[in-house]
């Protein structure tokens, strides 16, 4: 029992548990299947907010470009949900029976090369991680290593999202162009349009969430952890102490591409299409909101982020069509400057301060107490971070630099 | 260039910047134990000198070799790894980290990034950090924030971090700026003690520290070298006094 709380002070797995509970007990039971449906949507984008958190909060990399990798891993899974639901018996209308309905409008009568191999379902889940991981390593290679990065990184990332958009709607009859892959309805014969379905999937989605947020967790408490951090603040002095740091910064643009990858093809499963509209600059700006707004420093915190941005959207985006794109923007410019920490900064400089004082009104033992017994304990070396204040995780100059 | 039994050799080293010759044909050779005091008035290249031995700036033009291996088109951090440690002029510390988080990062272990998602705290590390934290005067201070400590033992800290890696050849830039009297007089006792078994290289104007550590002195001037030798040699020689120390 002493190992298990030892295990959830030192990993912060408090905030992570109730967000378990919220994600997988009580929004399920307190929405309908629609409505939860659309909680499953947002999640997918949350894998990108809990990427930005890492690359850009504890990184220092702002990228404008994550909704690129969000693409790659949608289109990704999408090519191979279209092919199945491309079967010569559906598509015996068409001029070229077995090829996706897009192919066949733009006088395509063979599969490209490029999509036979999205045929089986274990290649296209090997290319819904390794085609954004590649994309991502090849542009923060070429970048990172030139030591090229705050704004003009952004800036370049910017410019991929603005060409890979071009590409893909420029070639139609590869991709389905602007209107993307549609219709998608099965996997390996399963129907995932069915009531059913939707919550396997959006569990699926849940699980995978928690499992990134762990796994960025136990990157952030360790040696890598700390380095990116030292990076970000004091890039030369961790240079100069026998560290590339181009190395750090690469793999981490690549974990958050993967992570991306992995949101992309969640929603091209529980939504049934894919689109270039989630691949351009505008989303990709939207993701980083989710991620300000819910805290860079925080995994968790992006994931509220991100449901709330989003419930807003869909609220606000029905009563005030015209009006919410100024919201947004507003509330990306409000966020920065009045709360720069995000709602998890909040939470922590206010609300649990807050707590902590009414707490320690209401006879619990006096904070030397606390501190005394916490050193005595057994498991804890005495030097390692404290559980709550030691670690930096809100450091008043991070971000964009 | 011939293989020498020197530590550092550095031979016609130049750099400009714009066509100003901050570094000019410059030669400069440090024994093994040996701790070398650089001074010089303001603009003398003595930072520069330290950017280019540490791979802060690009050589123009000569050589520096460091145990006979070449290091002017190295990478910086491969330079490290080879044994030498750079404490620059502001300390530059990680803030946010504790004292100990700020030592343990700097253990020349897991230095890749997979080495470093594997890398655990073990004994051998906690040994090494109580270790370094005693020598410079730090060990009741591991848990605080690193950015609590006073200038002076930021200073230690920062040398402490290069300690870590146990380096060949340290380069300090003006390692007692802004150190209490008490606190250079230690300062002193920790270069002598620290400059064992390795090289170091001191840039400083406090004359008095200068005559306490140094086994020779350097003074350089418009990137050159003016003179060297024991630092009664250098005071007495009349172009030290006309440029730098004064009449």
């Known amino acids: 029992m002493n190992a298990v709380r030892d295990l959830i002070k030192r990993y912060q797995l408090a905030s992570v548990l109730v967000l378990a509970v919220l994600l997988a007990v ?7 299947i629609f409505r939860l449906n659309l909680v499953g949507k947002y999640l997918t984008y949350a894998f990108v907010a809990v990427g930005l958190v890492m690359v850009w909060g504890y990184g220092g990399v702002l990228s404008l470009g994550q909704g690129v990798f969000f693409g790659l891993g949608g289109y990704a899974m999408a090519m191979f949900l279209k092919l199945e639901a491309s079967d010569p018996i559906t598509t015996k209308i068409q001029s070229t029976p077995g090829i996706p309905d897009f192919m066949d409008w733009n006088q395509i009568t063979a599969l490209p090369a490029l999509w036979v191999p999205f045929k089986y379902l274990p290649f296209a889940l090997f290319a819904v991680v390794a085609v954004p991981t590649l994309l991502a390593w090849i542009v923060s290679f070429a970048m990172f290593k030139r030591r090229v990065g705050g704004v003009y990184f952004a800036i370049i990332t910017q410019a991929v999202a603005l060409i890979v958009t071009v590409l893909i709607i420029g ?7 602007v209107n993307g892959m549609t219709d998608l309805k099965t ?41 990116l951090l030292a990076m970000r603040d004091k890039e030369d002095r961790v240079r100069f102490s026998g560290y590339d740091v181009a190395n750090f ?16 093809a969640l929603f091209s499963l529980q939504v049934g299409f894919m689109s270039p509209s989630f691949v351009g600059i505008v989303p990709s700006v939207e993701m980083v909101i989710f991620a300000a707004v819910g805290g860079r420093m925080s995994l968790v915190g992006a994931v509220y982020g991100t449901l709330l941005v989003n419930a807003g959207k869909t609220f606000f985006s029905e009563s005030f069509p ?25 939470w922590e400089s206010h609300v649990m301060p807050w707590w902590r004082r009414r707490r320690g009104t209401s006879g619990s033992p006096p904070p ?27 450091s008043p100059d991070g971000g964009l630099q | 260039m011939s293989n020498t039994d020197f530590a550092l050799a550095i031979e016609d080293l130049t750099v400009s910047f714009d066509g100003f010759k901050a570094i000019d044909a410059l030669t400069l050779y440090i024994d093994k134990n040996e701790l070398r005091v650089i001074i010089g008035p303001n603009g003398a290249g003595k930072t520069t000198l330290l950017d280019l031995i540490c791979g802060k700036t690009k050589a123009g033009a000569g050589s520096i070799k460091f145990k006979n291996t070449e290091l002017t088109k190295m990478a910086e951090f491969k330079r490290v790894r080879l044994g030498i440690g750079r404490k620059f ?39 090494r950090v109580q270790v370094v934290a005693e020598d410079i005067f730090l060990s009741d201070r591991l848990d605080l924030e690193a950015g609590l400590l006073s200038h002076g ?15 060949e050849l340290l380069l300090l830039d003006e390692p007692i700026a802004g150190m209490s009297a008490r606190e250079r007089e230690l300062t002193a006792e920790l270069l002598q003690r620290i400059c064992k078994n390795r090289s170091v290289i001191v840039i400083e104007h406090d004359m008095d520290f200068v005559k306490r550590i140094a086994h020779k002195v350097t003074v350089m001037h418009q990137g050159k070298i003016l003179a060297e030798g024991p630092m009664e040699q250098v005071q007495a020689d009349p172009k030290v006094i006309d440029v730098y120390l004064g009449h």
């Open chain 1, 26 to 32: 009580v929004l399920p039971l307190a929405l309908d």
């Open chain 1, 368 to 394: 030397a107490v606390v501190e005394a017994a916490r050193a005595a304990a057994p498991g804890r070396p005495k030097q390692g971070p404290a559980p709550s204040g030691g670690r930096p995780v809100y």
């Open chain 1, 171 to 177: 070639q139609q009859g590869y991709t389905g162009g």
């Open chain 2, 153 to 167: 033992q930021k200073q230690w800290l920062e040398i402490g971090m290069l300690l870590m890696q146990e380096p």
């Open chain 1, 187 to 227: 996997v390996l014969g399963w129907d995932t349009r069915t009531d059913h379905a939707k919550y396997i999937l959006y569990y699926l989605c849940v699980a995978g969430l928690l499992a990134s947020i762990l796994f960025c967790r136990w990157i952030q408490t360790g040696k890598a952890g700390t380095l």
């Open chain 1, 249 to 264: 910064r690469i793999f981490t643009f690549c974990l958050a591409a993967a992570l991306a990858g992995i949101g992309g």
């Open chain 2, 89 to 127: 002029q502001t300390p530059s510390i990680y803030e946010n980290l504790s004292v100990f988080q700020n030592l343990e990062v700097s253990f020349p272990k897991g230095r890749s990034v997979l080495g470093a998602l594997a890398f655990k705290c073990t004994d051998e590390v906690r040994a």
């Open chain 1, 322 to 346: 015209d009006l919410w794109l100024f919201m947004m923007a507003a509330l990306f410019i409000g966020v920065t400057m009045a709360f720069p920490m995000g709602l998890a900064g909040l």
